[in-house]
């Protein structure tokens, strides 16, 4: 897991950090994501649904044995990020959809190695009832390209370029006591809620992670 700009010491998953790196969008953009991110750091509440939980924890094992399903009763559907029209958008976007919200960087080793994992995953599961949502941690006026370009070289045509410029989003999942560095993954049932969180990365092409969403998709869709 990588601090933000900052290297950090290696995850045994993955085998070396890059330095610092890349950008953002326009700054009045990022000004109101901060705004409505910054001044709702409480999110709105949710009723806790005992069976995804249980489902969750038991398809947490190996490679993907960090996950920790909660029961906080935390939404997150209007947390804001950056859409790849350059425009303001918010988790809500997805509703009706489970999803993973991945928060990563191109300065941050662990996630470069994390994300053909999530193209694998995104491919395979991503349409009407689940989706993977990617949003980039990059700063600089070139960031957003520099993101662009390492997902363009790596083939991984499966997944959004969303962006967090201000870090709010990803502040408010500091302050919640989801995420200490990065890459950082939420999973969210189809109404925004939080099922479970991940701090690290994760081999999510694999028949544990695999399992695990479809466990997801299946109760979102019971």
Request: include cysteine; proline fraction near 5%.
């Amino acid at each position: 897991m990588s601090q933000p700009q900052k290297e950090t010491p290696q995850i045994p998953l993955f085998r070396r950090f890059l330095g610092p790196g890349i950008g953002l969008a326009a700054l009045g953009i990022a000004g109101a994501v901060w705004v409505s991110n910054g001044s709702n750091t409480v999110a709105q509440e949710c009723a806790v649904n005992a069976e995804v939980l249980a489902a969750i924890d038991a398809a947490a094992v190996g490679q993907l044995a960090a996950i920790q399903a909660t029961g906080t009763g935390r939404g997150y559907a209007d947390l804001e990020y950056i859409n790849e029209a350059g425009e303001p958008a918010t988790l809500a976007d997805f509703s009706g959809k489970a999803l993973l919200v991945n928060f990563w960087a191109t300065w941050c080793g662990p996630c470069r190695e994390e994300m053909p994992y999530l193209d694998t995953l995104s491919a395979r599961y991503g349409g009407d009832d689940f989706a993977v949502v990617t949003i980039n941690l990059d700063v600089g006026e070139d960031g957003i390209d520099k993101a662009r370009v390492f997902l363009d070289e790596g083939g991984m045509e499966n997944l959004p370029l969303l962006a967090d410029p201000t870090f709010a989003a990803f502040e408010r999942l500091k302050a919640n006591g989801v995420a200490l560095g990065l890459p950082a993954t939420l999973l969210l049932d189809g109404e925004g809620c939080e099922v479970a969180v991940l701090q690290g990365p994760a081999e999510w092409a694999s028949d544990a992670a695999f399992s695990m969403i479809e466990s997801l998709i299946a109760l979102h869709k019971a």
